[in-house]
C-alpha cells in the first residue's frame, strides 16, 4: 500500500523492504545480499590467492586456510550466485510472463528471509570461536573429526538458508505453471523464463537430499547419533551420495539460469529470435533430467567399481551433447544478425569460449579412467571455476548491465562496464588457465601451501596476479553502481532499444502492479512483434479493472528470525544449560508468528480501476 | 595495428614455451607418465584433448566469423531465422559419435585398471601392500613379506604392485601422480588397485617418486607427502631380506647414540616401533614405524633429511605440520637430548 507514497524517510524505507512482498523490491533485497556475499567470498579467494602466491607462504595458518576455502565455496555457491540468480529470476521472470507478481508473494519474502538470516548464521561463525573447515562438501569422516563450531554453523546455516530456497523454487514453479499472461504458452516463454522454471524443478528435487543429509549430520554432531560415525556402524560414504545427488544439480540449478541470461541477450542484440528456440529448451530440460544422473562422478575414486563408474563415466559424456547444441544455437542466433558489443553482450561473447574451456575439460574429467589423475587435484579446480565463473558470474555480470534500468530505472555507465569486463575478463583467464596444468603436475586441490622445487612456483604467481585484475574489475563495478545511481539519469520502458520480451514493454521501473491491463501474448518474443507491427506497446487482453494486491507483512522476517534464535541454542546444546530454552524460544517464535498468519485473514486490498486511470496521466511510478 | 600484431606474436611464444616446457617434473607430473597405469590414463588424456581441440576450432571459426561479419552496420532489422533441421541434426549427432570415440576405450580403461582377479588368486605371487592412512602420515605394510615400513614406499619395477587402502583416522587419498591416478583411502572399507613402475622411466626420475594425499584431512593435508622408491626385483628382494634381518632392535653405534636409543626407549617407543616384523594389527600401530628411518629421504614427509631438521622437527612439530598427533605426547626434550636422539635416529639405516 505504502509504495504509492512517492517521497519516503530512511527509516520508511528500510521499514518497506523488511515487510515488503513486492518480487521486484525482493529481488532488489536479494542481489543487495547476494552482492554482500559475493564480495565476502571474494576476499576470501583473494586471501587464498595472497596465500599460494609463493610456496611455504605464512600469510595465514594451516587451519584459517581451511576455514577459508571453505567459507569461499560455500558463500559464493549458497549465498552468493544462487541468490543473486534468484533476484534476477524474482524482478524478471514474473515480468517476462506477464504476471502482477510470483503465486506467493508472502512465501516469496520468506524464502529471502530465510536464506538471508541462514547466511548471517554461517558467517558469524567468523567471530564465534571459527568457521566451518572441512570443505563446502563437508566431507563425514573429516566433519565428524573437526574440532569446535565450525561444522556446526556450516550444518545449520545451510539448513535454514536451503529451506529459503525450496521455498523459493516452488514459488517459481507455481508462478509459471499458473500465472503467465493470456496467450503465454509454454513454447512462447522466453528462455529466462524456462530455465527458471527447470532449474525451479531441479531445486524441488536436489536440495531434499542434502537436506536429509544435514540433519543426519546435526544428529551426529549435536545429538549424539552415529549416521557417520563407522566405529558405531555408520557409513560415511552415504554423506558423499547424499551430497552429490544434490551437489550435481547444484552445478545446473546455477548455470541454466545463466544460460537463459546469456540466451535473451544473445537474441536481443543481434536483433534476431533466437535460433532454434525448441531445440534450446528441449536441450535445457534434457541437461536438467541427465544432471541428476551423474553425481557419483564426484566419486569416481571412491572405490564404487569399475561398473558404477563407466556408467557414470557414459552418462556424464552424453550431457555434453544438449551444452553443445545450445552453443551452436547461440553462435547461429548471432550468425546473420546484426551484432552490437554492449557491455552485457561482452560478457556473452567472451561466455562461449570461456565456458567451452569449462565444457571441454568437463568431458576429459567424464573419463573415469583418467579421471583418477585429475580428482582433487588443480585440474578440477580449474574447470569448475571455468563453469562457474565463466557460465554462472559472467551471467551475472551481464544480468546486472543488462536489467540494471529494468530494475533501478537508470543505465551503468557502459564504458566503466566494458573495462569491468576486460579486466574480469583477462584476470579470469590468467587465474585459472594455468590451474590446469599444475593439477596435472601434480598439485593436490585444497592445499594450505606448497614445497619449492616441485615446479610449482611460477605458476601460481601467475595465477594470483589474475586474482588481482579480477579484483580490479569488481572494484570498478562498483564504482560504477555509484556513479550511476548518484547520477540517477532516469530511463524509458525501452532503454536498449532493442527488448524483445515482455519486461520491456513497461515502464522502468515498473509500477508495483506491473501491468496495468494484462498483454495479450501473439508468440514468442511478444514485444519484439508488436514493434515490428509499429505499435507503441502491448495489446491488452482485458478491460482496465480493479487489481487485487497481496498486504506487506512484517511475519516473513519473524518467522526467519526464529530459526535463527533456534539455531545457537542447537549449536550449543550440550555445553550450556541454556541452549534447550533457546531453541524452544526460537521455535516458539517461528510457529507462532506461523499460527499468526494462519488465523489472521488477510485478503490484501484492491487497487481501483479510478487510481489507475489517473496514473495514464501522472506517467511512471517509481 | 602494428603493435597488436606483435604483442600477439610475444604471447604466442610466451604460450609456446609454456607448453614445451609444460610438462612438470619427472617425479611428480601426470604428464611424465612412468609406469602401465600412468600410461593408460595419458593415452586418454591425449585422446580427449585432441577430440576437444577440434571441437574447439570448429566454434572458434565459427565465432570468429561473427565477430567479423556480423556486427551492427546500420539499422536494418535481420531476418527473423527459426532455426534449421539440418544443422541441428548435424551438431547433435557428430558430438555422439565423438563421445563414442572417448567412451569405448574409456570403459575399457576403466576395467583394466581395476582388475585386481590377480590378489585374491591362491598361491599368487603378486606384491601385495596394505596402505594405511593416519592424521598426515602413511603406513606400509607388506603381509606376504611380514614387514612394516612407513611414510617411504619400496616397490620392484617392471610389475604389478597391488595395494589394499584403508584409512584409520579420515577420509584420505593415496596418489603416485607420475605412477597412476588416486584411490581413496576410506574409513569404511578396504579399496583395492595396482599400479606398475617403469625400470626405465623410475631412472630418469631418479628412482624416487613423489606420494601426497588428494582428499583434505584436516589442517596438514598439504603437507602429508611420502616417497616412493622404485627397486629392481632383485635390489627389492635384498632390501626385504635386510628388513627381515632386523628381528630386534638396531644396536646404537656410537656412545651418542646408545643414549639417543635410551631417551627412545624410554620416550618415543610407545609409539614408534624399530621393528619391521610388527606383529600388532594395523589400528595398534600409533605412529610411523622408524626400523629404517636413516635410509629415508624426509624428515616427517616433508623436511630435508639432516639431524638439524630432524631435531627442529622433535622440538616443535607443530610448527611443521600443524595439528599432527605427536605434539604433547612425549616430555620436552633439552638440546643434548635432542642432539643424541637425532643421532641414534639417522643411524637407523638397513642398507649400506
Not at chain 1, 135 to 150: D, E, N, R, V
Not at chain 1, 549 to 565: E, H, K
Request: aromatic content about 14%; charged content about 15%; proline content about 5%.
Amino acid at each position: 500500500m505504502s509504495t504509492y507514497a512517492q517521497k519516503k524517510g530512511f527509516g520508511a524505507t528500510v521499514w518497506d523492504f523488511l515487510t515488503t512482498v513486492d518480487h521486484k523490491k525482493i529481488a532488489i533485497l536479494y542481489l543487495l545480499a547476494g552482492g554482500l556475499f559475493f564480495l565476502v567470498g571474494g576476499l576470501e579467494a583473494v586471501f587464498i590467492r595472497i596465500q599460494l602466491a609463493v610456496p611455504n607462504n605464512d600469510f595465514v595458518s594451516a587451519g584459517a586456510f581451511n576455514e577459508i576455502i571453505t567459507m569461499h565455496g560455500t558463500t559464493m555457491i549458497f549465498l552468493a550466485a544462487m541468490p543473486i540468480l534468484f533476484g534476477f529470476m524474482n524482478a524478471v521472470m514474473p515480468l517476462q510472463i506477464g504476471a502482477r507478481d510470483v503465486a506467493f508473494p508472502f512465501l516469496n519474502a520468506l524464502g529471502f528471509w530465510l536464506f538471508f538470516f541462514g547466511g548471517v548464521f554461517l558467517n558469524l561463525s567468523w567471530f564465534m570461536g571459527g568457521a566451518p573447515d572441512a570443505g563446502w562438501t563437508s566431507y563425514a569422516s573429516l566433519a565428524i573429526h573437526s574440532k569446535g563450531h565450525g561444522i556446526d554453523f556450516y550444518v545449520l546455516g545451510l539448513q535454514i538458508s536451503g529451506l529459503g530456497t525450496l521455498i523459493g523454487g516452488i514459488n517459481f514453479l507455481v508462478t509459471i505453471i499458473n500465472m503467465r499472461a493470456p496467450g503465454m504458452t509454454y513454447m512462447r516463454m522466453p528462455l529466462f523464463t524456462w530455465t527458471t522454471f527447470v532449474a525451479s524443478a531441479l531445486i524441488l528435487f536436489a536440495f531434499p537430499p542434502l537436506t536429509v543429509g544435514l540433519v543426519l549430520m546435526m544428529f551426529d554432531r549435536m545429538f549424539g547419533s552415529n549416521f557417520f560415525v563407522v566405529a558405531n556402524g555408520g557409513n560415511t560414504v552415504i554423506w558423499e551420495h547424499l551430497f552429490w545427488i544434490f551437489g550435481h544439480p547444484e552445478v545446473y540449478i546455477l548455470v541454466l539460469p545463466a544460460f537463459g541470461i546469456f540466451s535473451e541477450i544473445f537474441s536481443t542484440f543481434s536483433r534476431k529470435r533466437l535460433f532454434g528456440y525448441s531445440s534450446m529448451v528441449f536441450a535445457t530440460v534434457l541437461i536438467g533430467f541427465l544432471g541428476f544422473m551423474v553425481w557419483a562422478h564426484h566419486m569416481f575414486t571412491t572405490g564404487l567399481g569399475p561398473v558404477a563408474n563407466a556408467i557414470f563415466a557414459v552418462a556424464t559424456m552424453a550431457i555434453g551433447v544438449p551444452t553443445g547444441i545450445k552453443i551452436f544455437n547461440w553462435l547461429f542466433t548471432m550468425w546473420g544478425g546484426s551484432v552490437k558489443f554492449t557491455a552485457p553482450m561482452h560478457w556473452a561473447f567472451a561466455f562461449i569460449p570461456s565456458f567451452i574451456m569449462g565444457g571441454v575439460t568437463g568431458v576429459m574429467l567424464a573419463a573415469a579412467a583418467a579421471d583418477y589423475q585429475y580428482h582433487d587435484t588443480y585440474f578440477v579446480v580449474a574447470h569448475f571455476h571455468y563453469v562457474i565463473v565463466g557460465g554462472v558470474v559472467f551471467s551475472i555480470f551481464a544480468g546486472v548491465q543488462y536489467w540494471w534500468p529494468k530494475i533501478f530505472g537508470t543505465m551503468l555507465n557502459e564504458t566503466l562496464g566494458k573495462l569491468t569486463f576486460w579486466l574480469f575478463f583477462i584476470g579470469f583467464h590468467m587465474t585459472f588457465f594455468i590451474q590446469h596444468f599444475l593439477g596435472l603436475w601434480g598439485m593436490p586441490r585444497r592445499v594450505f601451501t606448497y614445497l619449492p622445487g616441485q615446479g610449482f612456483d611460477t605458476a601460481n604467481m601467475i595465477s594470483s596476479i589474475g586474482a588481482l585484475f579480477m579484483s580490479l574489475g569488481v572494484i570498478v563495478l562498483l564504482i560504477n553502481v555509484v556513479v550511476t545511481s548518484v547520477k540517477n539519469v532516469k530511463v524509458g520502458d525501452d532503454p536498449w532499444g532493442d527488448g524483445r520480451t515482455l519486461e520491456w514493454a513497461i515502464p522502468s521501473p515498473p509500477p508495483f502492479y506491473n501491468f496495468k491491463q494484462l498483454p495479450l501474448v501473439r508468440g514468442l518474443d511478444a514485444f519484439w512483434i508488436e514493434k515490428m507491427e509499429g505499435k507503441k506497446g502491448m495489446t491488452p487482453a482485458e478491460p482496465l479493472g480493479d487489481i487485487h494486491m497481496p498486504n506487506a507483512s512484517f511475519l516473513p522476517f519473524v518467522i526467519a528470525f526464529g530459526l535463527f534464535i533456534a539455531a545457537f541454542g542447537a549449536l550449543y546444546n550440550g555445553e550450556h544449560s541454556w541452549a534447550i530454552p533457546v531453541i524452544v524460544i526460537g521455535l516458539l517464535v517461528t510457529f507462532g508468528s506461523m499460527l499468526v498468519r494462519s488465523v489472521k485473514d488477510d485478503h490484501g486490498f484492491h487497487i481501483h480501476k479510478e487510481e489507475l486511470m489517473d496514473d495514464n496521466d501522472k506517467g511512471v511510478k517509481a | 595495428m602494428k603493435r597488436l600484431a606483435k604483442w600477439r606474436l610475444i604471447s604466442f611464444l610466451a604460450i609456446l614455451t609454456l607448453v614445451l616446457s609444460g610438462c612438470g617434473e619427472p617425479y611428480l607430473s601426470a604428464l611424465k607418465p612412468a609406469g602401465e597405469v600412468a600410461d593408460t590414463q595419458y593415452d586418454l588424456m591425449k585422446l580427449s584433448t585432441f577430440i576437444m581441440v577440434g571441437v574447439i576450432l570448429v566454434v572458434v571459426i565459427i565465432f570468429v566469423t561473427v565477430f567479423f561479419r556480423f556486427r551492427r552496420k546500420d539499422d536494418t532489422i535481420p531476418k527473423q531465422v527459426e532455426g534449421s533441421h539440418k544443422l541441428e541434426i548435424i551438431w547433435t549427432v557428430i558430438p555422439i559419435l565423438l563421445l563414442l570415440i572417448l567412451a569405448v576405450p574409456t570403459v575399457a580403461a576403466t576395467f583394466k585398471l581395476a582388475n585386481v582377479d590377480q590378489m585374491d588368486k591362491k598361491n599368487s605371487k603378486a606384491l601385495v601392500i596394505n596402505v594405511r592412512s593416519h592424521l598426515y602420515w602413511w603406513d606400509f605394510e607388506y603381509p606376504n613379506q611380514k614387514i612394516v615400513t612407513s611414510q617411504e614406499l619400496v616397490v620392484p619395477t617392471d610389475e604389478k604392485v597391488y595395494f589394499n587402502l584403508k584409512s584409520l583416522d579420515v577420509k584420505h587419498s593415496f596418489w603416485i601422480p607420475a605412477v597412476g591416478g588416486k584411490m581413496d583411502t576410506n574409513t569404511d572399507n578396504e579399496n583395492k588397485f595396482w599400479l606398475e613402475f617403469d625400470s626405465k622411466r623410475a631412472n630418469d626420475a631418479g628412482g624416487l617418486f613423489y606420494g601426497k594425499c588428494a582428499e583434505l584431512c584436516g589442517p596438514s593435508h598439504a603437507l602429508m607427502d611420502f616417497k616412493v622408491k622404485a627397486l629392481s626385483r632383485d635390489d627389492f628382494d635384498s632390501w626385504v631380506k635386510s628388513m627381515k634381518d632386523v628381528k630386534k632392535p638396531q644396536k646404537a653405534q656410537t656412545d651418542l647414540a646408545a643414549e639417543g636409543q635410551e631417551i627412545f626407549n624410554n620416550s618415543c617407543i610407545g609409539c614408534h616401533a624399530v621393528t619391521p616384523s610388527n606383529q600388532m594389527p594395523d589400528t595398534a600401530r600409533m605412529a610411523p614405524n622408524l626400523t629404517n628411518f636413516g635410509d629415508r629421504s624426509r624428515v616427517a614427509g616433508v623436511l630435508d633429511h639432516n639431524k638439524e631438521d630432524l631435531k627442529n622437527w622433535i622440538r616443535d612439530p607443530e610448527k611443521y605440520k600443524p595439528g599432527n598427533m605427536m605434539t604433547n605426547k612425549y616430555p620436552k626434550m633439552s638440546e643434548d637430548q635432542l642432539d643424541a636422539l637425532a643421532e641414534y635416529l639417522m643411524g637407523l639405516k638397513v642398507q649400506q
